[in-house]
């Protein structure tokens, strides 16, 4: 069975770190490009950052590039996404989702996200 | 970057009926269009990409259409377990891979 598992979330205060990892199983980990996406308490979802099959690019959103870096370990068959200098405005629930991918000749890569994880809850308070 | 909208933003309807709900792109995005199905609580589901592909597994009775900036998802026969929130996600090129606002579909 194909299975995203994030850990890591919790409590942090203005300013803070947290790292959050993403453990994949059921499938060739290293064969994907993988996503970050978050969804702010009763709002909709923000796709936050993507990487790479090797890690050798890696895509980020404007609100979060300098703070976040998105990492995988292929050997381990996990996702990583270390938060620096939180803001209350981070706080969120944050899921690991696969980019599903197909190529067709005439209209070149379709993508998507799936499977996703079940979410991992950061919270930046005082 | 490409911004998506979509409408309504609440749909109140009842078992049987037949939904639509509409996403548009600030710009053309051919068919790199991908929808979502959100309960509470839970992780968004893939419902269909490239437009109008349907996921494996998904229900016959969601499809997809639609190409550059108007797509739109349907429902052809609504069912309790269809109750949750949709977004559409434009996929685009390279990221950012933005969603839409999402449309919550309730029970009339």
């Known amino acids: 069975e194909v299975q995203l598992v994030e850990s890591g979330g919790g409590l942090v205060q203005p300013g803070g770190s947290l790292r959050l990892s993403c453990a994949a199983s059921g499938f060739t980990f290293s064969s994907y490009w993988m996503s970050w996406v978050r969804q702010a308490p009763g709002k909709g979802l923000e796709w936050v950052a993507n990487i790479k099959q090797d890690g050798s690019e890696k895509y980020y959103v404007d609100s979060v590039k300098g703070r976040f870096t998105i990492s995988r370990d292929n050997a381990k068959n996990s996702l990583y996404l270390q938060m620096n200098s939180l803001r209350a405005e981070d706080t969120a629930v944050y899921y690991c989702a696969r980019v599903g991918v197909y190529y067709d000749f005439w209209s070149g890569y379709f993508n998507w996200f799936d499977p996703w994880g079940q979410g991992t809850l950061v919270t930046v308070s005082s | 970057d490409i911004q998506l909208t979509q409408s309504p933003s609440f749909l109140s309807a009842s078992v049987g009926d037949r939904v639509t709900i509409t996403c548009r792109a600030s710009?053309?995005?051919?068919?790199?269009l991908a929808w979502y199905q959100q309960k509470p609580g839970k992780a968004p589901k893939l419902l269909i990409y490239?437009?109008?592909?349907?996921q494996s597994g998904v229900p016959s009775r969601f499809s997809g259409s639609g190409s550059g900036t108007e797509f739109t998802l349907t429902i052809s026969s609504l069912q309790p377990e269809d109750f949750a929130t949709y977004y559409c996600q434009q996929l685009n090129s390279y990221p950012p891979w933005g969603f839409g606002p999402g449309t919550k579909v309730d029970i009339k």
């Open positions: 710009q053309g995005i051919s068919s790199y």
């Open positions: 490239a437009a109008s592909t349907l």
